[in-house]
């Protein structure tokens, strides 16, 4: 039985109902997958005629989602009430993004939707209406272990067509990564990373360069302690698993072509020093995913952009790339690790 992939709403007011739209109008390319989204029907007819977009929006259920495709968007309602507010967010919007996110994990987790995928959320807004987490993926995991009653570890992955690059630490302030920097992180993300490449990307024996934290990756201690006392003892641990990690390497000649060619993802030990190159070498193609977690997750890896909500320019690339990995990351869940 074919299944749809849950989309949430992310912010009213961003991109996320534009690119959702104008994904589903290139529909007619056969590689992207069936989706509904979880969004107030009527705030998504708003948006398609303020974007003059000519499209048919079905209020509808998972289960009639993959035969509805062809021919409207399959829309789910929530039970919050939703606002069409393009380039702000409303306040009273953040229980039905949430609730958006809540049903989309429920629906996956249950069978009925093959996978999560989301659209952009602005942290502020939600922070200031109680929302306590710092972004989706740790909500994501808190999820997971609410439904299945076990500890996940989420890890934040960007994949390109060209690199694919996880950051140890995410979203935390720069002058907090020395705290939080550990060999059991370094340990756990590079063992989560290395079963998902296996299970979800089809990679047996997936290889992982790691990255140093300080210039030159810290030269024998001569520009810090981390790389020699945190960062080299994981790498060891990870080898006498069986999983091919080597560094620490100089972030600064990581990902030049040749280098890339040497391994299938880069561990970062912060959020920018992944980010910006998975960003810089293809900011449209390039997807975020979440490993770690029992249903698969994938975001396109641009932000809510209120400044072209409703213009018609935001391209929906990122998200179609979102659409394509998720379905593939659930085909190969379902066929067992790699052989």
Known sequence: MTL??????GDPGGIGFDIAIDAWLGRSDST?????????????????????RSIDIVDTTPAK?????ASALPVIG????????????????????VEAIDRAVADTLAGAAAGVVTLPIAKKPLHE??????GHTEYLAHLAEQHTGRLSTPVMMLAGPRLRAVPVTIHIALAEVTQQLTFDLIVETCRTTAADLAT??????????????????????????????IIKPAIEQLKTEGIGA??????????????????????CMYHD???????????????????????????????????????????????IEALKLADQMATNDRNGPAR
């Open 4 to 9: 749809a992939l849950a989309m949430t709403c």
């Open 32 to 52: 992207i997958p069936p989706f509904y989204l979880l969004a107030s029907p009527e705030a998504m007819r708003q948006r398609a005629v303020l974007l003059g």
């Open 65 to 69: 989602a993959v035969g509805l495709f």
């Open 78 to 97: 929530l039970d919050n009430p939703q606002t069409h507010c393009p380039g702000h967010s409303e306040p009273a919007n953040a229980a039905s993004i």
């Open 129 to 134: 209406a109680g929302f306590a987490f710092p």
């Open 200 to 229: 979800r990307f089809g990679l047996q024996n997936p290889r992982l360069a790691v990255a140093g934290l300080n210039p030159h990756a810290g030269e024998n201690g001569a520009f810090g302690h981390e790389d020699e006392t």
């Open 246 to 267: 080597f560094g620490p390497l100089p972030a600064d000649t990581m990902f030049h072509p040749q280098a890339r060619a040497r391994y299938d993802v880069a561990i």
């Open 273 to 319: 020093q992944a980010l910006i190159p998975a960003k810089a070498l293809d900011f449209e193609r390039t997807v975020n995913v979440t490993l770690g977690l029992p249903f698969v997750r994938t975001s396109p890896d641009h932000g809510t952009a209120f400044d072209l909500a409703g213009s018609g320019n935001a391209s929906p690339q990122s998200l």
